[in-house]
């Protein structure tokens, strides 16, 4: 009788201590109490967890604070979150803290500063990153985000667009000129997304509640823009996606964050989304899913993808096989630009692409006229077959060949629709050039100009990412041909006007 | 003492299991691991296992995995999910699988083959699931959605402003004329919610890693449009609502999945509800509300309503009694149809709207000038108050009689008030024709006519909507009101300008 | 060994216990089962459970239902949420039931019925919630919500607004000219948000299951806008915020709460929110966050703040220090009013906006031409540092002060700007007007005049709101400086156009 109660106590505990741990694991990751911060490390949190209690609270939140690189390197490669393979010169025993990024390459840091006896970065760049994440700061070194602040600032087409956007016109002689817009400007609208160019101006004194501190007067900050260029002159800043302390690979996989930057008008991406199947099942079931679990097995971490899951996540089927790779270039699984410019066409082979020319030197992927590409800038098809086969080995977890070859060819019927549509405004437009021989130099500076580019930018892209991810209403009434065939018919309207 | 314990062990025991158990159905449904799969099923899910593993997974979620008929047949009617009422000739014995839902009236189905030794439908229609929901089917073939596609196919106006928006003019002779939209265009933009026709055309090859596989080439296809005419000739997909292999009641039940079709700027039905008083609720407290349970207890399971609670579910009280019977008819708990074409009306009688005439033959159900309704096609005034009665029932359970009187006659007053400004802004149109002989007979091609289109579309709608969900936004500023007023004025000005 | 088994029991018993109530506080708040209900609210409830069960169950989700006052006063002064510090005459025993609430100063309430044998209040309002929460209600009638009604209302330019936009044009002797909005449209737009003027007419009977039963009829009801003028006289309904029967503080610290009034076009403070990194992170991480905690940690409960958390929530921060005191005047911590009217300016110094005057009477806080500020109804730059820095204590949970200063300077600059482009529109508009002396009186009922008035009350507030909360794309393509340019070039060719 002892023994049946004893036993019986055993397998009650047994079940308790199942029970009770499945509820705390599925609250929060596990605790290793006894892991080691380094001696700078506690001293910044000694001082910090009083002047910005939750900075520190987010950071105790992280993988960093819960791993050492040592015990990091011992998960299986398939599990890693970091793409070192040796410890080198780093210590191994102590978790990842504030010293440990803040402190690194000082010597390339305009940023670097003396703060309370230790030498301080107050950014910590993707080059910092990469002491311990090498291969993902390599593989956003050859995307468009990375490139994102000259994407637009060495491009002067779209530096026109953008002065003629960002800026209070003025009547000189009785003509409408648009002055340049403001630093300030640009910095809050197109560059927010973009990045910012962030230098060090000096240093200036903060009043806190310990008294005067110097610190970098930093300027074209506070920013966290994808192309941001950093004091040390690295492009990019990692907390766009994985905010902030806490490093949240969750944060990065869920769609809002991509949508902070992807939305209507001009790239519709997330509202499209959001309007499809997949965001559909994305807001049902989302609360079931395991957005922290390396790799990402479809199907069971999730049952729909969201923007990660197609275009970077490392993704695994049921059967643990690898169904796509990890990539931290996001065009890596693109084949075509739907993002029209002002014509869809091949992926740029790139993330420069100010450097894409047409023969004529003009610095546009396809000629107004859609008659040249520029190819020797553009991936070619064979490339552009194998980007389309790897995406398709994501959407063959849970559907058939028939299914993605019929969606697959939409993508490229309605892309050339909606060229063939940007085309013929753009004729218009041609009529209406010659006819006001003394509109200004900028292409974008004039009510119907302005109308011209909501048609590409905003209608005819529209129409393209709703198809690519199945949000029809966005290629109908939203931004879709309604708009596409009133838009034209007003342009039309305003053409035949002018004599 | 040795009774004592004993009697401990047993109450913790109890404890024990009541706890763990509550927390397991909360997170899953119950496992009843030894049911039986068909053989033929078996067969499918050994190969797709490999092929499209999370197709298999998704219907493991389902219920579908979890029941036989005979264990659905053997619940209280009340919680049933099926409406057959005899097992008939089914197998009662094995769980809903593959081969049982993919294999059903092959005689029908054009898009029948065969795929490994066994005769497969690609595509499970309405008129399979029909096999144990009969009722939920004969019920939708009622519904404006099953006709989604004649509804606009067969009515000659509304197929002017599909063809007026759905292409790109082009100038012959001085004059701009629009030729016919693509099928594709009309398949990626209104057909793509209302359905397309899928046609078998012969077979198709597909290369998949077993080697050539096979399959019917199906054109239109993919689509799940409501109204989607199959390869069996009947109408609607039920895996819009209910997708895809975890036929997930969940899903249908949240507003996300109406809000992919019924979102402004036409139909801002989702929208609304988002800025309504309900929608806030449901977005805060959503993640404790029971949307699997069947019957649906409000003030339990969901404490504010989701599209479905109002317009569908089987509804209960707190007190068990059925407050709103279960209906697939989606217009059966609607009295007026507040999306105006041109202007609100009784609800037709039947789905098929296209067979709506005035007396001179025109396809609207009120004439342009508000002159006629087309009384033999819609309900009378019984049937109206009936319907709103049968609505008035759902908000009784949390709202008082004058609440819910008061809040009926707004949605009367309302679209009353958006018919007139409709009405006003139509009369302004005649005088535009009149003043252009010369416009085409497309009464949607021309600019200004676009105008008048927005008018009654999207901001007369948007009004109604706003009214009749309180959201008002959707009244005021963003697409209601200012809209409306604005855009008479600008019409006027087009107007007067014409000589 | 007897003792070995009642230890382990003791221990498993008490594991069980933490585990067990652990998951119950984490779903629900504590059932206090024995607390007693008075016996006139046991008589509403004994009805009212079978006419409106769910009003009684959501009631008795309530943390109302589960407390007495005398129990609420225990409570540490920080964790209270009644503002009464003794009990007074009230009953502490009971918890506060129907009857406690809608029985309250029965001589001021005009929609004071007698139902049943009591004498009942049909609209609770926040003069009785004053009863308990004196504190809260008193700080709201110092805010703008509580004079929503009269802000429009005692406006003759707001109401030139109002009436231009809600009604429809009529054609006279060749002219068009508006006739005044109508009551209903008013309430169902405009005043739908800013609350209307509830007003008894008498009773009415309503046919219930139990026979007829005599009510107070309402006009202008439902309503629960946020100024509601109520049939004791008070301003506003908490329930707007904290609904319905359950007073939730959750829904009222979500940010949807504050999104059914405050969203794009006109004040896209929810959209920008969305869009933003706080809010980013909030829709990722929403699910483990404490909504109902008080007093309300910052880096615990939330890991980025909701609009509660920067505007009105008592915040401590991890060491339990108290960052910010509750508030419920939302203009507490506000210092400049961004919603530019018709430029941005320093915050009114009480609700009661519609005294602000100009010296020649003009009811606007800046004249049109920028040339002067109504700054004795506008706080002064002392209190402008003053709620800055009060809301700074906010950000220092998460931000370093450079960081701060950097985006409160921001907010400065962008502000300064927009009101530079509206400045030179207005001017643009004064020429207009100039050369049509023949346009009506009201500003707002031309063609021209709305797009004029967009220019300020979208596109220059959507500029703003994007800047103080971090939503670019509020400030660049969606109502941004793409609209405010392209409108600006719309607007000069109407002038132009006219000799």
Not at 122 to 151: L, R
Not at 314 to 330: C, E, P, Q, W, Y
Request: with cysteine; aromatic share 10%; net charge neutral.
């Amino acid at each position: 009788m002892k023994k049946l109660i004893f036993i019986s106590i055993l397998i009650i505990s047994i079940i308790i201590y199942i029970s009770y741990s499945q509820i705390q694991s599925a609250s929060s990751e596990s605790n290793q109490t006894d892991l080691k911060v380094s001696n700078e490390t506690q001293e910044c949190i000694d001082c910090h967890i009083n002047y910005t209690p939750s900075i520190v609270e987010d950071w105790k939140q992280s993988r960093h604070s819960k791993m050492t690189i040592t015990s990091a390197l011992k998960q299986p490669v398939v599990e890693r979150r970091i793409s070192i393979t040796e410890l080198g010169e780093k210590n191994g025993e102590i978790v990842v803290g504030c010293y440990e990024c803040h402190s690194l390459n000082p010597g390339k840091h305009k940023d670097n500063f003396e703060h309370f006896g230790q030498q301080i970065n107050q950014i910590v760049t993707p080059n910092d990153c990469k002491s311990c994440h090498p291969q993902e700061v390599e593989e956003y070194s050859h995307s468009k985000k990375a490139y994102a602040v000259d994407i637009l600032r060495k491009n002067p087409v779209y530096m026109q667009l953008v002065n003629a956007t960002l800026t209070i016109p003025e009547e000189i002689n009785g003509k409408l000129v648009c002055p340049e817009a403001t630093e300030h400007t640009k910095n809050e609208t197109c560059f927010a997304c973009h990045g910012t160019e962030v230098k060090v101006d000096g240093t200036k004194i903060i009043n806190s509640e310990i008294g005067e501190v110097e610190v970098p007067n930093l300027l074209n900050y506070p920013n966290t823009g994808v192309g941001r260029i950093n004091p040390d002159s690295s492009l990019g800043s990692c907390t766009s996606c994985h905010p902030r302390h806490s490093f949240s690979i969750e944060i990065a996989r869920k769609p809002e964050t991509c949508g902070q930057c992807h939305l209507e008008p001009d790239v519709p991406a997330y509202n499209v989304y959001k309007e499809s199947k997949h965001g559909n099942i994305y807001d049902s079931k989302k609360q079931n899913w395991n957005f922290n679990a390396v790799p990402w097995t479809a199907g069971k971490d999730f049952t729909a993808p969201t923007c990660a899951a197609c275009h970077n996540s490392l993704i695994v089927n049921l059967n643990g096989d690898i169904v796509a790779k990890r990539t931290h270039n996001f065009g890596d699984r693109l084949w075509k630009r739907i993002f029209g410019l002002i014509y869809s066409h091949n992926q740029p082979k790139n993330g420069k692409t100010y450097e894409i020319k047409l023969k004529n030197g003009m610095p546009l992927p396809v000629s107004p006229d859609m008659s040249e590409y520029a190819n020797d800038y553009l991936i070619n098809s064979e490339e552009y077959a194998n980007r389309q086969n790897e995406m398709k080995q994501v959407c063959k977890n849970c559907h058939t060949s028939g299914w993605i070859d019929g969606h697959f060819n939409k993508i490229e019927k309605t892309s050339a629709e909606a060229d063939k549509m940007v085309l013929a405004t753009t004729k218009l437009m041609v009529e209406y050039w010659n006819k006001n021989k003394n509109t200004s130099d900028n292409l974008f500076d004039d009510y119907t100009e302005k109308l011209w580019v909501k048609q590409w930018l905003y209608y005819a892209s529209s129409v393209r990412y709703a198809t690519a991810m199945s949000g029809p209403d966005y290629s109908s009434f939203k931004n879709g041909w309604y708009e596409m065939n009133s838009n034209y018919l007003k342009i039309y309207e305003n053409v035949k006007k002018k004599k």
